[in-house]
């Protein structure tokens, strides 16, 4: 029984991907409250660069798994070579970063141990010598403390930028890289993958705009979109959206700011009826100041807001128009 | 073709939650609930597949009694049939007690194609159609935006981050969680309403053995401590001291 705590590493054509760092970092934190050993994990066809980049960290060691089945990736792949790894090693813990491909192998991984899943963590704590996991749930208006039971290991997931990449320390000497061939059987694997491509090349570049206008579904139907077109055009402004509102059709896809659209970060960013899913957040959290006009007080945008009108946003967004009409004239 | 299609009864969007006074979970009195909106884009998939290849769209939800009311729905736009896996004990389980539950009523349908939405708007844990997939023995795939059906296989276009996607094949019986935004919802019609009242909601009172393998031990509003400065007053009063206020920052003219 290691014991350890386990900080998964995704990479991506050799290199360790920027949340993975987060992750690290997190885990050393933790490991060092609990009393553990941390160690790195990391997955792929080869592996080699990318524990060499995590043997520089503080860490007791680092796991390379390798198997040329890891790419391309598929679900059945990585959740039978941690499986196996976990299995053989018990780690107390095993961290991971909440992203599109961990949420595609993770569950799997951890249906298939009977381990407990907390995902899309935003804090992790330390009592009576257990971590204790705090979650948003109910789209971020609500913090949830939660804890696992039972004795198998525990797999968390941490959301994308909760934890600073910038708390991971380096170590004094490289870490031992513990190089583990894996061996998948090909009929393992039942995904084929047949192409990847990017989506859409043509789209409207929202990163070089001064000011942005987002609206999101406060605005409740397609024909109500004219007045915050009208606040844009008064503004000089970019008008863009949250996914709902593209999913929706109200806006071209090419408009969407967030983990799936475009991120932007202006001078100025107003925020109109957006609630703040931290699928949006991640998109124009960075911008220099952001305006948010929602009627729910507790609407997680105003966590990033710097200044806030809570109201109708249809008294607020012509109020805001005429104010801006005022002076530019 | 038979597809089963995952639908979860959640809190409408815009309600005011409250904690419950022991923290343990939100006050469910006074709600109103729909269904899970990314669902809606799995059962929205679920219908067009049927409707194009022929078959069945069996609804299936794990929930207490109140869920039963988004299987009506479910089927007045356009299920055959639904399955009602019924506990009050689903409210404090997590995605393994819900995916363990639905994995046990859906084995003995062997539908072709089991489909979910990408997460719940509740717990959001991204994860009970996963652990399904893998309770089921089925092949899976995540955050699909588009489905063709070949003989036996079905293709997928899967998103990925950043305006990258993936086209997959997968063999069949497959399950796939579905993007939100894949299609346009249709909405029920009168007719659908009144036929959905002689559709069949069967009950299935699962077997909840283990208990839940993470416990929820309290919910709290985040702090806001970093929040953003809020402009009270009326409409006009609270933007024009907003406007000052990005006049004097310079972010206005």
């Not at chain 1, 609630?275 to 997680?300: E, R, W, Y």
Request: aromatic share 4%.
């Amino acid at each position: 029984m290691s014991g350890e705590i386990w900080a998964f590493a995704e990479e991506r054509d050799g290199a360790v991907r920027p949340t993975s760092l987060e992750v690290l970092g997190a885990a050393q934190d933790l490991a060092g409250r609990v009393g553990a050993p941390v160690a790195a994990v990391v997955a792929g066809g080869n592996a080699a660069r990318a524990a060499d980049a995590l043997a520089a960290r503080a860490v007791a060691r680092v796991l390379a798994l390798e198997d040329p089945s890891l790419e391309p990736y598929t679900p059945d792949a990585h959740a039978r070579v941690l499986r196996e790894a976990i299995e053989a090693e018990s780690p107390r813990a095993v961290l991971f970063s909440h992203t599109y491909r961990v949420r595609d192998f993770a569950p799997k991984l951890a249906a298939a141990l009977a381990s407990p899943y907390v995902p899309d963590c935003v804090a992790l704590r330390v009592a009576d010598g257990e971590p204790v996991f705090v979650r948003r749930v109910f789209q971020g208006k609500i913090d949830a403390t939660v804890r696992a039971r039972g004795a198998r290991p525990v797999l968390a997931t941490l959301q994308n930028g909760a934890f600073p990449a910038d708390a991971v320390r380096d170590g004094r000497a490289p870490a031992p890289i513990e190089r583990r061939p894996a061996s998948v059987p090909p009929d393992a694997i039942r995904t084929r993958v047949r192409e990847v491509f990017e989506g859409v090349k043509d789209r409207v570049d929202l990163s070089r705009a001064e000011t942005i206008v987002a609206v999101g579904r406060g605005i409740g139907k397609k024909e109500n979109l004219a007045i915050v077109q009208e606040l844009a055009d008064a503004l000089g402004a970019e008008i863009a959206a949250s996914r709902p509102v593209c999913d929706s059709e109200w806006l071209p896809m090419d408009r969407q700011i967030g983990s799936s659209g475009q991120t932007v970060a202006p001078r100025l960013y107003v925020a109109i009826g957006i609630s703040g899913a931290i699928q949006h957040l991640v998109g124009m959290k960075g911008s220099s100041t952001i305006v948010a006009v929602n009627k729910d007080p507790n609407a997680p945008i105003f966590s990033v807001a710097d200044y806030g009108i809570v109201g109708d946003l249809f008294e607020v967004v012509p109020a805001l128009t005429a104010l801006a009409r005022g002076g530019a004239s | 073709m038979k597809v089963a299609v995952c639908i979860k009864h959640v809190p409408a969007r815009d309600s005011r939650l409250r904690i419950r006074s022991d923290g343990s979970w939100v006050e469910e009195r006074d709600l109103s609930w729909e269904i899970n909106e990314p669902d809606l884009y799995a059962l929205e998939e679920a219908l067009r597949i049927r409707d194009a290849a022929g078959g069945e769209v069996v609804a299936v939800t794990a929930g207490p009694d109140r869920a039963g009311e988004a299987l009506r729905r479910g089927l007045a736009m356009g299920a055959d049939r639904a399955i009602h896996v019924a506990s009050e004990a689903f409210t404090a389980g997590d995605a393994q007690v819900a995916a363990r539950a639905l994995a046990d009523a859906l084995a003995p349908e062997a539908a072709d194609l089991v489909l979910t939405g990408v997460q719940s708007d509740d717990k959001g844990y991204a994860a009970t159609g996963v652990m399904l997939a893998e309770m089921l023995g089925l092949p899976h795939s995540t955050l699909i935006m588009e489905v063709r059906l070949e003989d036996g296989r079905v293709r997928a276009r899967r998103e990925m981050e950043s305006g990258w996607f993936e086209w997959l094949e997968l063999p069949l019986p497959a399950l796939l969680t579905i993007q939100s935004g894949i299609n346009q919802v249709r909405y029920a019609t009168l007719k659908g309403i009144m036929g959905a009242k002689k559709k069949e909601i069967r009950r299935v009172e699962p077997a909840l053995a283990d208990g839940s393998p993470t416990v929820v031990e309290a919910l709290a509003f985040p702090s806001r401590d970093s929040g953003a400065e809020i402009f009270e007053g009326d409409a006009r009063g609270a933007a024009a001291k907003l406007w000052e206020r990005l006049r004097r920052d310079g972010k206005v003219r």
